[in-house]
């Protein structure tokens, strides 16, 4: 999915609508980084809100009707629990378009655009709240997203570059292993000894295989995306620097 995503970002006059579940804060923020790396504008989030309940009825209709479509009722309340849900104060959930999926229920709107009227599910409203997201997709006024220092491509140069870089994110991985027993939320945790102020700050606190995941995905990304040969070289603590930024975010 992110591979398709990374062939279509980037492409001028085109509007790329990422369908998937995304319900996981940090691979919405994935998608974020992706887009900002491109410069690509993060349009609108669109969350269809549906009770669990309302969930686990439509998914029985489906059954009956079609079994082999449906799924277990034990994996959507898991999916439920594991769920984080998208918060507009988030810059990777905003602008927010929260629109309920209940019957008859109302829908509400966030975000930087205009506020919509609320609206039920029926067909006028849903049609009203898809030109409302359709309208701030497609307004062309709406600042470019720039390349941050954590979401533009790392460029190491020589043959060691992805050499460097594993080497930077096993030291920021380890420093952080290290403390996350007795880790706080809130707490900001160095990992570079030379260097104090570089640091990740915990806005949750991880688990062991969380950290491994979130460096495993980085460095396969940097994988993907080789460094040409004459890129200019970058010191392991800068590439330090750099991951303990793309981990924080991740962690805010």
Known sequence: FKAALERVLGAPNTVVIADAMNYIKGFRYEIYCLARATK???AAVVFCDVSLETALARNAMIADSNPTDAFEDLHIK????????????NRWDNPLFKISAEPMAEST??????????TTTNGSAWSAA???????VTSPIKPMMRAHISTVKTRVGGADALGSLDAATRQVEKALLDRL???QPGERIPVDAKNPRIAVLLGRVPTAAELRGIRRAFLKYAKMHPPPA?????EVSQLVERYAQHVSQLLA
Do not use: C, W, Y
Request: aromatic share 2%; no cysteine; charged share 25%.
């Open 109 to 118: 709107h966030q975000g930087n655009a205009s506020v919509a009227p609320e």
């Open 181 to 183: 027993s007795d880790a």
């Open 40 to 42: 690509t504008q993060l």
């Open 78 to 89: 898991e999916l439920a629990m594991r769920f984080e849900g998208p918060i507009s104060a």
């Open 130 to 136: 898809l030109e409302t997201v359709a309208d701030t």
């Open 230 to 234: 004459d890129s200019r070289e970058l």
